[in-house]
């Protein structure tokens, strides 16, 4: 699960936006930012360096804050 959709909210960008970027198909970024395919780990580390945030702010955490 990715967080890319919130995160790019959060910025006010669009996924379009996004595509043109990454260089990817509309489809293929809609789809990441609904989480039914997800990028590799090297379009992730890109995406994040186009939203200027570190990589793990696009990831959803596996383990619980105590």
Not at 16 to 38: D, F, H, M, P, R
């Amino acid at each position: 699960m990715n967080r890319i959709k919130e995160v790019l909210k959060e910025q006010g960008r669009t996924q379009t936006w996004l595509s043109e970027k990454i260089e990817k198909s509309y489809v293929i970024v809609t789809n990441y930012c609904n989480n039914n395919a997800q990028p590799s780990i090297e379009v992730l580390r890109k995406i994040a360096n186009i939203l200027d945030v570190d990589v793990r702010i696009l990831l959803h955490s596996t383990k619980d804050n105590l």
